[in-house]
């Protein structure tokens, strides 16, 4: 993903602002009549259902008919993938879209010459109903984008990133195979040993952030020092963000350079978040506990990774049956909830093989997809590698 900052003028900002707003609403009025289909009833609505209201919809309001039909056709589109990576089980149920949070819209169908170089440091982009917008030409604009997103962050910086699916990489062809397990504690670990870390806020910047949320806390509502403050707060918020991206985009191209076969939890993110809520009836036990972890596997941007790891090593990634990769011992296979010292150390209680638990967990992951099932002494074989659902042919979500 390309991301660059947009310089609109002050009236593109304002023509900009709009299609956001019609984005939004045509999302908002997607998540809303998904919010009324229960199952048992006839259908979901799908994408040509929603399209089919949506020119009802345009009809209707003349405020939305003045709008762009690909930016409102875009943010279905968009809902559409959204639903399908929530029923894949990467993502979280897509939700409502605040105004001034979460804003932007897609743009497809873009065409060679709808994006220009003015200068080493300017570009400018072709956007419907808007015109050519500004852009700082901060780094290679990649070839063959067919679709772009326009985003507005919450410190009121637009970017546009363009959407290429990146080209798939190479397999290096010695056979090997890597097991990636998602840590809470560490962002993913290796079979190989090697533990990676998502760069986020620094020692400092976290010292800031937290001095500003006090801040925050003390301003009073609609004051022009609270403003401000919430401006900050966006910026290290971004920034964040923005690492977490960018350790996304190099850790997939590593693993797709350095390995023919990529194994991973097949995690079922919205299962688990579900298991920890529980129902009313029946409270999920360790419900604290467990939506710690759940925060600590969505920020991680698993979802987003595992993602990056099919463009990029197309048939190459597996995704296997997480059960008792944790707690089997690598060495002797013995399953025991009890070896999982802590959180960070594995400790058979049967040889007394010690490893990082991640990584034991990796290990254990990379010789089930490699067809070695680890079989629990007494109980279940591993799962297999699990078969891939074929996804909708949408433009990813960027
Ligand atoms: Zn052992």
Avoid at 179 to 191: F, H, K, N, P, W
Avoid at 241 to 255: C, I, N, P, Q
Wanted: with cysteine; proline share 5%.
């Amino acid at each position: 993903m390309s991301r660059f900052r947009l310089q609109p003028a002050p009236a593109q900002e304002a023509a900009l602002a709009e299609h956001c707003a019609h984005a939004r609403y045509v999302w908002n009025l997607a998540v809303e009549q998904h919010a009324h289909w229960k199952p048992g009833r006839k259908s979901a609505l799908g994408f040509a259902e929603q399209c089919r209201q949506l020119t009802e919809a345009r009809a209707a309001s003349p405020w939305l008919a003045a709008g762009s039909a690909v930016v409102q056709q875009q943010a279905l589109k968009d809902f559409a993938q959204a639903m399908a990576n929530f029923f894949g089980g990467t993502h979280r149920r897509p939700t409502w879209r605040k105004r001034g949070r979460s804003e932007g819209f897609r743009i497809v169908a873009v065409k060679t010459g709808d994006v220009r170089r003015l200068s080493r440091n300017t570009g400018e982009v072709k956007i419907p109903k808007v015109g050519w917008v500004r852009f700082r030409w901060s780094r290679a604009v990649p070839d063959g984008a067919k679709s772009y997103r326009v985003t507005r962050d919450r410190a009121g910086r637009w970017h546009v990133a363009f959407a290429a699916v990146p080209a798939p990489i190479p397999a290096p062809g010695a056979g090997e195979a890597v097991g990636v397990d998602r840590g809470v504690a560490v962002s993913a670990a290796l079979s190989t040993g090697q533990l990676l870390n998502v760069r986020g806020l620094r020692d400092t910047e976290q010292a800031r952030l937290r001095r500003l949320l006090r801040k925050l806390a003390r301003a009073k509502r609609g004051s022009n020092r609270r403003a401000k403050v919430k401006t900050a707060i966006a910026r290290l918020k971004a920034r964040e963000a923005d690492r977490r991206k960018d350790w996304v985009e190099k850790t997939s191209t590593d693993l797709a350079r350095r390995f023919d076969v990529i194994t991973v939890e097949d995690l079922k993110i919205r299962a688990m978040t579900r298991t920890a809520r529980g129902t009313i009836e029946a409270p999920g036990r360790n419900v604290r506990q467990k939506a710690g972890l759940n925060r600590g596997i969505l920020t991680a941007g698993w979802g987003r990774l595992v993602q990056r790891l099919e463009h990029k090593a197309p048939g190459r990634v597996q995704k296997v049956n997480p059960r008792h990769t944790s707690q089997t011992c690598n060495a002797c296979k013995h399953v025991a909830r009890e070896s999982r010292e802590s959180q960070a150390l594995f400790l058979c209680v049967a040889c007394g093989h010690r490893d990082n638990a991640d990584v034991n967990a990796a290990k254990n992951m990379r010789d089930t997809a490699a067809g070695h099932a680890v079989t629990a002494r007494g109980g279940l074989p591993l799962g297999g590698p699990v078969n891939r659902e074929p996804q909708p042919d949408l433009p990813s979500a960027a």
